[in-house]
Nanobody, 115 residues
Framework: QVQLVESGGGSVQAGGSLRLSCVGS????????MAWYREAPGNQRELVAA??????PSYADSVKARFTISRGTDTSLHLQMNDLKPEDTAVYYC??????????WGQGTQVTVSS
């Protein structure tokens, strides 16, 4: 059974920073190809950043130059978020970068940015 657990969210003011973490457990491969997604109320879940084995990291235009995705241990993933904006407010999730066979989704971690 695979489990993804996201953490590190919180409430910050605009311009602040947060570092999100994702840890995988169970029958899960190494985090060679992983991504961060976010879902704001009323919006679809969107891919924010992806890291792939043989490619440089990729980012949604809305977060380029502000967010940095990185791997930790074999089954951990991070997202450094700087210069946060109110529009970054969402629940953040980790999973494989689409298109892929998604792992079961974790509960996510809430990020709230106030102006």
């Amino acid at each position: 059974q695979v489990q993804l657990v996201e953490s590190g969210g919180g409430s910050v003011q605009a311009g602040g920073s947060l570092r999100l973490s994702c840890v995988g457990s169970g029958r899960i491969a190494k985090f060679l190809n992983m991504a961060w997604y976010r879902e704001a109320p009323g919006n679809q879940r969107e891919l924010v950043a992806a890291i792939r084995e043989d490619l440089p990291p990729s980012y949604a235009d809305s977060v380029k130059a502000r967010f940095t995705i990185s791997r930790g241990t074999d089954t951990s993933l991070h997202l450094q978020m700087n210069d946060l904006k109110p529009e970054d407010t969402a629940v953040y999730y980790c999973n494989c970068p689409r298109p892929c066979n998604f792992y079961p989704w974790g509960q996510g971690t809430q990020v709230t940015v106030s102006s």
